[in-house]
């Protein structure tokens, strides 16, 4: 709260994190087989990350939490990655993925999350994350409080994280690294937030 003046604004990520990881069983074999949702790409097909891949091939189906979700393979990616085409019988694919998904944790991470909403930030809103915009899980609603009766003004974006923040640089040359979108919006009323504080000469915090 000290480093911060009336007028400045912060700018939050209010993405929220999907209980992307999920193990799906292999309708041929029994095999099982982990799936990480990045991108959603309409009509209940979605960008993966399976491992191991040579399990999910082409035309390929699998089933979750006892059938009530099912997937089949419909391409693999240069990149590795698969499209994925899914049904369920729920309204939609994000009540189904509460039952059947987890929360996508770094490896380094290894204590069981009993409780998903601490993988979120307080102000999440939008789904659509693979992982957490970590820089704002310190945030508190009593801490968000003190700062707008201080004066700060509070600006959201959407920006939903996706599979950059896996992928490591693997090449020596950063220009060669081939980064992957994330998707991200800014609506009218937030930039305008922004840009009147940029106005003002107060500062931007983001």
């Given at each position: 709260?000290?480093?911060?003046?009336?007028?400045?604004?912060?700018?939050?990520?209010?993405?929220?994190?999907?209980?992307?990881?999920?193990y799906g069983v292999k309708k041929d074999t029994g095999a099982i087989v982990e799936f990480l949702l990045l991108n959603n790409l309409g009509n209940d097909r979605w960008e993966t990350i399976t491992g191991p891949g040579k399990r999910a091939k082409v035309d390929t189906e699998f089933i979750f939490?006892?059938?009530?979700?099912?997937?089949?393979?419909?391409?693999?990616?240069?990149?590795?990655?698969?499209?994925?085409?899914?049904?369920?019988?729920?309204?939609n694919i994000y009540e189904v993925l509460d039952k059947v998904g987890e929360m996508p944790l770094p490896h380094y991470i290894t204590e069981k999350l009993e409780d998903k909403e601490r993988y979120q930030t307080v102000y999440s809103k939008e789904q659509g994350s693979a992982a957490a915009p970590t820089a704002g899980l310190h945030f508190t609603k009593e801490l968000l409080e003190k700062?707008?009766?201080?004066?700060?003004?509070?600006?959201?974006?959407?920006?939903?994280?996706?599979?950059?923040?896996?992928?490591?640089?693997?090449?020596?040359?950063?220009?060669?690294?081939?980064?992957?979108?994330?998707?991200?919006?800014?609506?009218?009323?937030?930039?305008?937030?922004?840009?009147?504080?940029?106005?003002?000469?107060?500062?931007?915090?983001?």
């Amino acid at each position: 709260v000290d480093y911060l003046s009336p007028g400045d604004c912060l700018i939050l990520n209010n993405t929220r994190v999907l209980p992307a990881r999920m193990y799906g069983v292999k309708k041929d074999t029994g095999a099982i087989v982990e799936f990480l949702l990045l991108n959603n790409l309409g009509n209940d097909r979605w960008e993966t990350i399976t491992g191991p891949g040579k399990r999910a091939k082409v035309d390929t189906e699998f089933i979750f939490g006892d059938g009530i979700l099912t997937c089949k393979i419909e391409e693999v990616l240069n990149n590795g990655n698969r499209i994925a085409k899914f049904n369920y019988d729920a309204s939609n694919i994000y009540e189904v993925l509460d039952k059947v998904g987890e929360m996508p944790l770094p490896h380094y991470i290894t204590e069981k999350l009993e409780d998903k909403e601490r993988y979120q930030t307080v102000y999440s809103k939008e789904q659509g994350s693979a992982a957490a915009p970590t820089a704002g899980l310190h945030f508190t609603k009593e801490l968000l409080e003190k700062l707008k009766e201080k004066g700060v003004n509070i600006a959201y974006v959407t920006l939903h994280v996706g599979l950059g923040t896996f992928r490591p640089v693997k090449v020596d040359d950063v220009n060669e690294h081939v980064m992957h979108s994330e998707f991200y919006q800014l609506d009218e009323e937030n930039a305008n937030i922004i840009n009147e504080t940029k106005k003002r000469g107060n500062k931007i915090i983001s």
